[in-house]
Every structure is written in C-alpha cells, then in structure tokens.
C-alpha cells in the first residue's frame, strides 16, 4: 500500500491549458503539503494544509489552488499553465506540526511538462 | 531563501563511511536539522532529525557543532543503494506554521 500516492504520475499539457494533481494518504496524518522541485532540483513549499485548514501559502501564482476535501486529500489545481510551471510536483504529509509529528513522507511525485 | 550551504557532489566508496556535510550559520535557537534523501525519480526521504544534541538512528548519525553553525550526516558503511541526493534542512516558522527549507543538497556517489 503506498501511502503518499499522487496523480497523474506524468503530465504533458499545452501552454494555456487548466490541470488538476491528486494527492492522497492512508497515513491518518493531519497535515498536508504541495512542493515544487525545479529543473536544478531545488525543492520548494508552495501550500500546507492541516486538517482541511491552509496553513502555510507562500508565495505561489494565484493560478495555483490548492483544495482540501478532507484531511487524507490535497489536490492542486493549475489554471491557465506557463512554460514556466514545468517542474515536478511533491506531496507530502505528516502526522502535524511538533518536532516528530512533522516528519514528511513524500509521494514519488507528478512531472509536469508544459509545451 | 535557502538557509543552508552544501557541497554539490562527494564520491564515497563502498564499505566506507561517507560523511555529507551541511553549513547553517544563520540558524536560530529553535530551528531544527532535518535530513532527507532523493534517490533517483522517488520522493525525498526522511533520515534523521536534530536540535543541538548529536543523534543516531538505523540509517545514519547527525553530528551537530556546538555552535549549531554547521552539522556532518555519517553514513556508516555506504552501500551503493545509498547513491542519492542529500538534502540538509531547516525547519522554520512557530507551532502550527513550520516548513521546511531545503538547501541545494549533495550528490552522493558510492563507488563499487
């Protein structure tokens, strides 16, 4: 059973298009979160949620909304794509905010390619 | 901003301890060391976690300075399944706000 687990694992799309990443976790964890790891490989937040509530909202496009139906899912969803949004996607949970509890578990990730 | 400096490649060989360090001189009180690996096209792993003390688990040792300005993660005995990407990381922000920002990581490859 794998307990982060994302979709699409690929994602190809033209420049203008609207897409949707799915993320899930049968962790019972509290908190969620997206990551963005560019073409250098360096990973950065972009949202977290915990417990369907937004935590943490750096400073992301407003063409990137994140949607929490309940706390085992964390969606985000892409308006109007950019070249630019090429990248691979992390999610990630933990079980909340203390020292242990905020250890991350990362799905194997969505790698977006925007042409 | 990355609050972290790491070397960009180091090779190990196999058998031996490979130790991957970190600087993170601007560190505050109560921020944390985290490590993670990215072994090729998977998701970041957790490895190990520190404040101030030094600390051993299964997979590895963090060793933290006493100053906290830098911090060494050993490996005992590299394997070549431990080829990855090493990522020093500190954790900010207060109760019910913490993230985590990654350094540019370290290449790590175990020759056979």
């Known amino acids: 059973d794998t307990a982060v687990s994302q979709t699409p694992k690929y994602l190809v799309t033209q420049m203008g298009n609207d897409k949707s990443i799915k993320c899930e976790q049968n962790?019972?964890?509290?908190?969620m979160y997206w990551y963005k790891q560019d073409s250098k490989k360096f990973l950065k937040i972009m949202f977290s949620?915990?417990?369907?509530?937004?935590?943490i909202n750096e400073t992301v496009p407003n063409r990137f909304s994140p949607k929490s139906p309940d706390k085992a899912h964390l969606n985000l969803h892409i308006n109007s794509l950019e070249l630019g949004d090429s990248a691979v996607y992390f999610c990630?949970?933990?079980?909340?905010?203390?020292?242990?509890?905020?250890?991350?578990?990362f799905g194997a990730g969505t790698r977006l390619s925007v042409l | 901003d990355a609050k972290t400096t790491q070397p960009p490649s180091m090779d190990c060989a196999e058998g031996r301890a490979a130790n991957l360090p970190c600087n993170h001189s601007t560190i505050s009180g109560n921020e944390y060391v985290y490590w993670y690996r990215q072994i090729h096209s998977q998701g970041p792993q957790y490895i190990i976690h520190?404040?101030?003390n030094n600390e051993t688990n299964e997979m590895a040792s963090l060793i933290i300075t006493e100053d906290r300005k830098s911090s060494t993660l050993i490996l005992p005995h590299a394997t070549l399944r431990d080829t990855a990407v090493y990522y020093c990381i500190v954790r900010v922000g207060t109760s019910g706000t913490y993230k985590y920002i990654f350094g540019t990581g370290t290449r790590l490859k175990v020759l056979a």
């Open positions: 962790l019972g964890h509290d908190t």
């Open positions: 520190g404040l101030k």
């Open positions: 990630a949970s933990s079980q909340g905010q203390g020292v242990v509890r905020n250890i991350q578990y």
């Open positions: 949620y915990n417990n369907k509530e937004l935590i």
